[in-house]
């Protein structure tokens, strides 16, 4: 629990879920929801920083949360790819251009 970003963590460092616990601002606990929240994908900040894109299984919800030193680095570049391997246009439109 000291690797940075893990005293605030509000996901499993294993599998990377949540729970829909809080309703606008960080840590109010006032979602009436708390449906699983699952990782969807990562998204990288300004200054470089990644940060998980969860979507709520209960009312689809979408927020971005803070990765932590000691997530799990496999699951977060599994993420990180996914769109790449689920392209929105034939890959042979690359070679093309």
């Known amino acids: 629990m000291d690797a940075p970003g893990s005293r605030h963590r509000n996901h499993c460092p294993g599998c990377l ?3 829909h616990l809080d ?3 960080p840590g109010d606990r006032a979602s009436p929801c708390a449906a699983s929240m699952e990782p969807i994908a990562v998204s990288v900040r ?7 894109v969860h979507r709520c299984a209960g009312c689809a919800t979408v927020r971005l949360n803070r990765i932590a030193g000691d997530d799990n680095p496999l699951a977060l ?11 929105p246009f034939p890959p042979e439109h690359l070679a093309a251009r």
């Open 17 to 19: 879920w949540s729970r």
């Open 23 to 25: 309703d606008g601002v």
């Open 46 to 52: 300004e200054d470089g920083e990644w940060a998980l």
């Open 77 to 87: 570049m599994r993420l990180a790819r996914r769109p790449l391997e689920h392209l």
